[in-house]
């Protein structure tokens, strides 16, 4: 059995005892999302972090990030959804015990929420980084704005996804240095621009405004994303491990980094030699939907992580 079907097992047998103990059932999407989202962020990005230290996520490692991502759907969830106004998601977040739950959902998210913070040592940083989560999330509603600016756009999509990955590295037992903490940031944006890459059918859709569905070039936005790639590729330098190590994780960040060059690829295929991308509105879904089964695609992804490894290596070796 692979990893990630055993993660999903796991984290499926915990998720239904917890809808036993607080007597009800988490909606069939939520239960996906929250197995799904656990399973891949072990193998692919929790473990990579902790391979910087030569060992992999412990079990109880596993139960906080699982936790992690039950707050995390459930909080989307009342946000998306409608479900509590912003003074009530400030409220039920805050983990001071005052907000007082109506159903099955808001307890266990109060449930999730009050175990993680009571591990996390620093409260006071760890608050703040949650205040950030909240903000962004709460600020993502300017998305449906046709107007917002591109710099208010950029600083919402940056955020989103930063912050919430960088909420992730409280969990574990070991600290993490400014460097590293400054990974986990830099990746939550990468992912984030990726997940929206991946979603431009859909948020066209659903009238949500993101930096990949308003590109009108995708060579432009390859360069911006690229320029993502870079930042992190020279914090993961600078971070105070051997070089095999950095190594290592660099081919994993490079790994989850091709899905987004991937996807860039695809819609530079797309314009061609045109100096705009055609309409996106106007495309039909199949044309911007990326296949990750396709074998091409595959190795597409297999490639772009060697070939930026390899020049890492090279680069540290030349700085040597």
Not at 108 to 136: C, G, W
Not at 205 to 223: C, H, I, K
Not at 296 to 310: E, L, P, S, V
């Amino acid at each position: 059995m692979s990893v990630r079907r055993q993660e999903e097992k796991w984290a499926t047998n915990y998720l239904r005892r917890l809808e036993s103990f607080f007597g009800g059932q988490l909606d069939p999407a939520s239960f996906r999302k929250i197995v799904n989202s656990y399973s891949i962020y072990i193998p692919m990005i929790c473990d990579a972090f902790m391979g910087l230290r030569g060992k992999k996520t412990s079990a109880e490692e596993k139960e906080r990030m699982l936790l992690y991502f039950i707050c995390s759907t459930l909080f989307d969830d009342f946000c998306d959804k409608r479900e509590l106004l912003p003074a009530q998601l400030e409220a039920i977040a805050a983990g001071d015990g005052q907000y007082q739950p109506t159903r099955m959902e808001e307890r266990m998210f109060i449930h999730a929420n009050l175990t993680l913070r009571d591990f996390v040592p620093d409260k006071s940083y760890y608050d703040e980084v949650v205040r950030a989560v909240i903000q962004a999330q709460i600020d993502s509603d300017k998305q449906f704005d046709p107007a917002i600016n591109q710099e208010e756009l950029t600083r919402i999509t940056l955020g989103k996804g930063g912050y919430s990955v960088l909420l992730c590295h409280f969990y574990f037992d070991a600290p993490a240095c400014a460097i590293e903490q400054a990974c986990w940031y830099r990746l939550g944006g990468i992912i984030q621009l990726t997940n929206d890459l991946f979603d431009i059918h859909k948020d066209l859709e659903q009238g949500s405004v993101t930096l990949p569905n308003r590109m009108m070039s995708a060579y432009e936005f390859s360069d911006y994303f690229m320029e993502e790639v870079t930042a992190i590729e020279k914090a993961i330098t600078m971070l105070p491990y051997d070089t095999s190590k950095r190594q290592d994780f660099l081919s994993g960040v490079m790994g989850i980094c091709s899905f987004g060059s991937l996807a860039l690829h695809r819609l530079r295929e797309l314009q061609g030699q045109e100096e705009r991308l055609p309409n996106l509105r106007q495309l039909p879904r199949k044309a911007l939907v990326v296949d990750m089964e396709q074998a091409t695609n595959i190795w597409y992804c297999i490639k772009f992580t060697y070939q930026k490894t390899k020049a890492w290596q090279l680069s540290v070796a030349a700085a040597n």
